[in-house]
């Protein structure tokens, strides 16, 4: 997740994150307002989506959320004519395809889309992150078909399938995240509701990436007899994505973990899970790994030392429960500590 990511550079282990001068979209002509407070996108398809979204807030099965995440207590009436976006060609964004490392995991987004398919997990976001802007710099709209991808340039198009229900839609990559091990894609709460999950929170997904003007895929991807936390299967070429090609049974294996970062204090021990020169970006991130923390976020918090912001998870009593609360975390094991001061 993921309102954060503007520019990043890696200094003394650490991320550093830092603005970019990337202009949002334009907000949505002024509409009457409906029972959520939300005014319709600019433009409505006349038929609408095959997969109405329904969602009852509090019902058996609707999950947990973050303090206020989630969807708001009343849909709007337009939701299911909202239409899904159509691949064409956008410039990258300068600063949100930059390699950048997160708890030890290093990223390299893709230069390029329609090269990449992947299974593994989706999970979606909502109301906490409306209205914030996103990894692109672009407002974040949980009424639009969106997703946030670790490595899927920025801005892309992609088809999300299903596994469990075989539904698939299309949306666009604007955000970065999320970071938890096995996680491929979080997608807005629009598209998660239309794959029919959002009541789960999260569900198994084929991800493929979507290169424009080529034919976009109508068939159901075959899928590993049992995937694995994650499966990427790079694709030869382009037209490629219009072929349904089995994925293998074993994850691609990830380069070894970056040390993670550390801070030694009187208190104890903890790890940074970023630092920002923003505290509006260390607040969003804050609020999105709390989302995956459980019964660790009431460690989570902000040390601001002049311009810079580091988040930090703590206190530990020593680098070892510091790096086993890392690989909880990650789901990545043998981690390295390293201090950053």
């Known amino acids: 997740m993921k309102k954060w990511f503007k520019r990043a550079a890696v200094c003394g282990g650490a991320v550093l994150l830092v603005a970019c001068g990337s202009a949002p979209r334009k907000p949505a002509p002024t509409a009457p307002a409906t029972p959520?407070?939300?005014a319709p996108p600019a433009?409505?398809?006349g038929t609408p989506s095959?997969?109405?979204c329904a969602?009852?807030?509090?019902a058996q099965g609707s999950g947990g959320f973050y303090l206020d995440d989630g969807p708001h207590d009343t849909l709007p009436p337009w939701i299911d004519l909202v239409p899904e976006p159509v691949p064409r060609w956008e410039p990258l964004n300068r600063?949100?395809?930059?390699p950048y490392t997160v708890l030890g995991q290093s990223f390299t987004p893709l230069k390029s889309p329609g090269s990449l398919k992947q299974q593994g997990t989706a999970s979606w976001y909502g109301r906490k992150f409306h209205g914030q802007k996103t990894s692109s710099g672009e407002v974040y709209d949980m009424y639009t078909m969106t997703a946030a991808s670790p490595i899927l340039p920025i801005p892309s198009y992609a088809r999300v399938t299903n596994t469990k229900n075989g539904r698939s839609v299309i949306v666009r990559v604007n955000d970065r995240g999320p970071f938890k091990k096995g996680r491929v894609m979080d997608l807005s709460?629009?598209?998660a509701c239309r794959l029919g999950y959002a009541m789960n929170g999260s569900t198994d997904v084929v991800v493929e990436s979507l290169a424009p003007g080529q034919p976009i895929p109508t068939d159901t991807p075959q899928l590993a007899t049992a995937p694995a936390a994650v499966v990427t299967t790079p694709l030869a070429d382009a037209g490629a994505t219009t072929t349904s090609q089995p994925l293998p049974a074993a994850p691609v294996v990830a380069e070894k973990p970056e040390p993670v970062p550390v801070t030694v204090s009187a208190a104890g021990v903890y790890l940074q899970l970023g630092a920002f020169s923003s505290l509006g970006n260390a607040e969003n991130f804050r609020d999105h790994w709390a989302r995956d923390l459980e019964g660790d976020a009431a460690k989570l918090g902000i040390q601001s030392s002049g311009n810079i912001h580091r988040v930090r998870l703590g206190p530990y009593p020593d680098r070892q429960a510091a790096l086993a609360a890392a690989e909880r975390l990650t789901g990545d094991h043998n981690l390295q500590a390293v201090i950053s001061r």
């Open 50 to 52: 095959p997969y109405h």
């Open 95 to 98: 600063f949100a395809n930059n």
């Open 55 to 58: 969602y009852t807030a509090g």
């Open 43 to 45: 433009q409505l398809s």
């Open 36 to 38: 959520s407070g939300e």
């Open 189 to 191: 709460f629009l598209a």
